[in-house]
């Protein structure tokens, strides 16, 4: 069993950063693929980003590809998302997710879910 915890969320403008961290707990000693996704109000949970354990492979959705960016340290059992130029179109709730499959596989199945953190961009 694994837990993920995520934290970083809030309320900030357009144009705005903001680091979302996921800390993994339980049994993390096999090398999981972790990821994020999220949610806006109305539609239905979509991809963000995933990376294998070494971080050696990274997948981004095209929706936010060069504004965000996905890592991890291993040593803390954390994976981060670092997102930048935020838009208001960014506004969900961000999912921190992790699977014994690859970080491609985790794209579209995950194994393990967080509870979920709150990002909110305003105009």
């Known amino acids: 069993q694994v837990q993920l915890v995520e934290s970083g969320g809030g309320l900030v403008q357009a144009g705005d950063s903001l680091r979302l961290s996921c800390a993994a707990s339980g049994r993390t000693f096999s090398s999981i693929s972790m990821g994020w996704f999220r949610q806006a109000p109305g539609k239905e949970r979509e991809f963000v980003a995933t990376?294998?354990?070494?971080?050696?492979?990274?997948y981004y959705a095209d929706s936010i590809k060069g504004r965000f960016t996905i890592t991890r340290d291993n040593a803390k059992n954390t994976v981060y998302l670092q997102m930048n130029s935020l838009k208001p179109e960014d506004t969900a709730v961000y999912y921190c997710?992790?699977?014994?499959?690859?970080?491609?596989?985790?794209?579209?199945?995950?194994?393990?879910w967080g509870q979920g953190t709150q990002v909110i961009v305003s105009s």
């Open positions: 990376i294998s354990w070494s971080g050696g492979s990274t």
């Open positions: 997710a992790a699977s014994s499959a690859g970080a491609y596989a985790l794209k579209y199945k995950s194994e393990y």
